[in-house]
Structures are given as structure tokens and as C-alpha cells.
């Protein structure tokens, strides 16, 4: 259920924008930089105001988790080969399972803000099951739904006005940023700055990444799921 705003709540539908709505006589390259300027001026709001904080502190314990079992072998996973196999399972499933359930939900709900994320959800696991190669796809589709989504609020309002559905979503950024800063090298290389030493390497980094993934993809689908029953709600007029 969406939190209520009181007074000065930051509010992602009303607030003020430059333009009315996705007009077709601007170019698409303009409604994508007004939409990103936007994005840009709104989220720290957004952080102040009604992201959850503490869901920050679940890929923390995730970690913590992840190491310890990689550590102690309980489930074969000093291997790190034994754990990205079982991690490239359960991560297209969780994004399958994400993507149908917001894309019945838009066909039984008729709420657009359903279809966007599966749109979304469905762009994951197609990075996902294709590979790095097919990043590019991802990445046009989260531009086209950016853009979209500056002209059109009043759609989406369903995940925009709920702090748990745009901290859920917003999470599921968090672990795959994380899991690339892992991927790329970039923690190692903060490690050398920090240690002057060269060889150092993360522990078990690559079950860490690959479980860094597959949390965003849990928290993608409890974004749906949530989004699916505010969307119920808000058709049934409850809450």
C-alpha cells in the first residue's frame, strides 16, 4: 500500500515538468533528454523522501551469506563454477517469473504501470539469456521507458506513487550496478588503492556477482508482485 503524504511528500505526478506528455511533434531525441533531466531532478527527492533505506541493508546480509557458504563449501561452492551454474538457473527463472506475472497482470488489471514493468522484467531476461552481447537491447528499452514514462505519470502512477514499488524496483538496481562493479574489476581496483597491493582480488568475487544478480532479480519480482496487488487495489477502489 502506498505510503501517505503529508504536507511536503515529495509528489512524482503533480511536480512540475517542462512539457505536457509525450507530443509527437517533438523529436524523440528531445522527449529522451527532457525525460532524463527530469529523472535527474527528481530522484534525490525521491531519496530524500520515499526511498525504504533500509532495504539496503538485505544485499549487505546477502553478502555476508554468499561469502560464508562459498567459504565453508556447504554447498559445493568453493567451485565457483558449482554456483554460477545454480546461480544461471534460479536468475532467468526469477525474471520469468517477474515478467508473466506483470505482463497477466497488465492484461487483468489494465494498468499500465503492470505492462511497463514487465516490459522491463522482459528486457532483463533477454540480457540474460543472450548474453552481455545483447546489452544494447536492454539499454534501448530502458531509454524507451524512460522516456515514456517522463510524458506519461499519470499512467504509471500505480509503481510512481508507492515508495515500496519504487524502493523494490530501485534495489534491483542497486544489485546489478554492484554485481558489474564486482564484474568490471572496479572493486578490486578501490581494494589495490586501498591495501597497495596489486594481487589482491575479492574472495569468491565471482559468486558474489552472480548472486548480486540473481538478488535483483528476487527484488524484481517482489516489484511485481507488489505492484500486481496495489494494482487490484486501486481498481477495486481500496487503500
Given at each position: ?11 512524482p505526478?503533480?511536480?512540475e515538468r517542462?512539457y ?9 531525441l528531445?522527449q ?15 531519496l530524500?523522501r520515499?526511498f ?8 549487505c ?13 556447504v ?14 538457473i534460479?536468475h ?8 508473466l506475472?506483470?505482463?497477466a497482470g ?12 514487465g516490459i ?8 540474460e539469456l ?6 544494447f ?6 531509454l524507451?521507458l ?9 499512467s504509471?502512477?500505480?509503481l510512481?506513487?508507492s ?8 534495489m534491483?538496481f542497486?544489485c ?5 562493479l564486482?564484474?568490471r574489476?572496479?572493486i578490486k581496483?578501490?581494494?589495490?588503492l ?18 548480486l544478480e540473481?538478488?535483483?532479480g528476487l527484488?524484481l ?7 500486481l496487488v496495489?494494482?487490484?487495489k ?6
Amino acid at each position: 500500500m502506498a505510503r501517505p503524504c503529508y504536507g511536503k511528500c515529495f509528489d512524482p505526478i503533480n511536480a512540475e515538468r517542462p512539457y505536457g506528455g509525450n507530443d509527437v511533434s517533438v523529436p524523440l531525441l528531445t522527449q529522451l533528454k527532457r525525460a532524463l533531466l527530469e529523472l535527474a531532478r527528481s530522484l534525490p527527492q525521491w531519496l530524500r523522501r520515499d526511498f525504504i533505506w533500509t532495504l539496503l541493508a538485505i544485499p549487505c546480509l546477502f553478502l555476508v551469506v554468499m561469502y560464508s557458504l562459498s567459504r565453508t563449501d556447504v554447498l559445493g561452492w568453493q567451485d565457483t563454477s558449482v554456483c554460477k551454474q545454480a546461480m544461471e538457473i534460479l536468475h532467468p527463472s526469477l525474471l520469468a517469473a517477474a515478467t508473466l506475472i506483470s505482463l497477466a497482470g497488465w492484461i487483468r488489471r489494465r494498468d499500465a504501470a503492470l505492462a511497463f514493468l514487465g516490459i522491463l522484467c522482459a528486457a532483463a531476461l533477454t540480457r540474460e539469456l543472450l548474453g552481455q552481447g545483447s546489452s544494447f537491447v536492454f539499454i534501448f528499452v530502458l531509454l524507451s521507458l524512460i522516456t515514456y514514462g517522463g510524458g506519461n505519470r499519470e499512467s504509471i502512477a500505480t509503481l510512481l506513487q508507492s515508495p515500496w514499488a519504487t524502493s523494490l524496483l530501485g534495489m534491483c538496481f542497486v544489485c546489478y550496478i554492484a554485481s558489474q562493479l564486482l564484474d568490471r574489476g572496479v572493486i578490486k581496483r578501490i581494494g589495490w588503492l586501498i591495501l597497495f597491493d596489486t594481487s589482491w582480488r575479492p574472495p569468491y568475487a565471482s559468486n558474489l556477482e552472480e548472486g548480486l544478480e540473481t538478488l535483483g532479480g528476487l527484488f524484481l519480482l517482489i516489484a511485481a508482485v507488489f505492484l500486481l496487488v496495489l494494482a487490484g487495489k486501486k481498481r477495486d477502489g481500496v487503500g
